[in-house]
């Protein structure tokens, strides 16, 4: 099993939709996650991090933690093809290491 | 936030040759780096942490002898890709961590392509 899982994608979804980005982990004793958007050549951005179960809003940008079930989501509210690149997401294990998912393709269409 | 650089951006080497990546922190004294490895339509892997004046600690399936890590100061890691292979060519990003935020800072990675 793969420490953390994503559906690689791609997600295409169209502009100003929503679009939900899941995520899920093993090791249940992680504490702190995390949602990167990468695009193509470039180094991972930080969109949002999440330590508690339940909600935590951004913008247009929603993550969503349930540690019981040990998932992760990320929800993007009226979707622009801006937004389109690969969403990735990570969990930090109690080693302090920072272990990444392998990332979904999300395709905004005007 | 915390600036990392990376140099060099791009590299073309040919097979066989060692090919040295460096990684600074340029506002942030970082106790510990990670270096990841990239391939095509895939997702970062990490390749080995390191804690400034300590030896790296390897992920499994990681080569320690082809992928040395030296982290000698605060604001310096290098990694050298030893004997570089075609397969060795990717994206290598380092990146800092500041435990005490919690925030990691990314490098703008180096592209290596061994011929």
């Known amino acids: 099993q793969k420490e953390v899982e994503q559906n690689s994608g791609p997600l295409s979804v169209p502009e100003g939709a929503i679009a939900s980005l899941n995520c899920t982990y093993s090791d249940r004793g992680s504490q702190s996650f995390f949602w990167y958007r990468q695009y193509s050549g470039k180094s991972p951005e930080l969109i949002m991090s999440?330590?508690?179960?339940g909600d935590k809003e951004d913008g247009r940008f929603t993550a969503q933690l349930n540690k019981a079930s040990q998932y992760v989501s990320l929800l993007i509210r009226d979707s622009q093809p801006s937004d389109s690149a690969t969403y990735l997401c990570?969990?930090?294990?109690?080693?302090?290491?920072?272990?990444f998912g392998q990332g979904t393709t999300l395709q905004v269409k005007p | 936030g915390a600036v990392v650089s990376q140099h060099p951006s791009r590299v073309i080497c040919k097979s066989g040759t060692s090919v040295k990546i460096e990684c600074r922190s340029l506002d942030f004294q970082a106790t510990t780096m990670f270096w990841y490895r990239q391939f095509p339509k895939k997702s970062l892997m990490l390749m080995a942490t390191s804690n400034e004046g300590s030896k790296a600690t390897y992920e499994q399936g990681v080569e320690k002898d082809k992928f040395l890590i030296n982290h000698a100061s605060l604001t310096l890691s290098t990694l050298t890709v030893t004997s570089a292979h075609p397969e060795d060519s990717s994206f290598y990003i380092c990146?800092?961590?500041?435990?005490?935020?919690?925030?990691?800072?990314f490098g703008p990675g180096t592209r290596l392509t061994v011929l």
């Open positions: 999440i330590y508690s179960n």
């Open positions: 990570a969990v930090r294990s109690n080693t302090g290491k920072l272990i």
């Open positions: 990146s800092t961590w500041d435990y005490r935020t919690d925030t990691q800072y």
